[in-house]
């Protein structure tokens, strides 16, 4: 059974770091592309960065994002990352790891009916 556990989410003040795992099992990690995706209230759900499963493990990123955050894979541990930096108000938001997505330029093309879903960890910038 495909599982997707997310954690290092809280409580983070404006400009400082924070960096969320998740942790898959249950599929062969290693063969598929991985996502984080965040909902903030009121607003729908966005892809934030993505990685694709191939030798060079790609990446993509959501404008709002470049240059702050960085997304990496380790597949010896079945782990995704996601090192935030720099982090603003409006990066507060609900974020999700998905599995199996289509790690492609644009964020909005990211979602497809095989990719699977994390309980998502809340991520809170305030002062």
């Known amino acids: 059974q495909l599982q997707l556990v997310e954690s290092g989410g809280g409580l983070v003040q404006p400009g400082g770091p924070m960096t969320l795992s998740c942790s898959a099992s249950?599929?062969?990690?290693?063969?598929?592309?991985m996502a984080w995706f965040r909902q903030a209230p009121g607003k729908d759900r966005e892809g934030v960065s993505c990685?694709?499963?191939?030798?060079?493990?790609?990446?993509n990123y959501a404008d709002s994002v470049k240059g702050r955050f960085t997304i990496s894979r380790n597949n010896a541990n079945n782990t995704v990352y996601l090192v935030m930096n720099s982090l603003k108000d409006d990066d507060t938001a609900a974020y999700y790891c998905?599995?199996?997505?289509?790690?492609?330029?644009?964020?909005?093309?990211?979602?497809?009916?095989?990719?699977?879903w994390g309980q998502g960890t809340q991520v809170t910038v305030s002062a």
């Open positions: 998905a599995a199996k997505v289509e790690c492609v330029h644009y964020p909005d093309d990211w979602s497809n009916q095989d990719m699977s």
């Open positions: 249950g599929f062969p990690f290693a063969k598929y592309s």
């Open positions: 990685i694709n499963a191939n030798s060079r493990a790609t990446t």
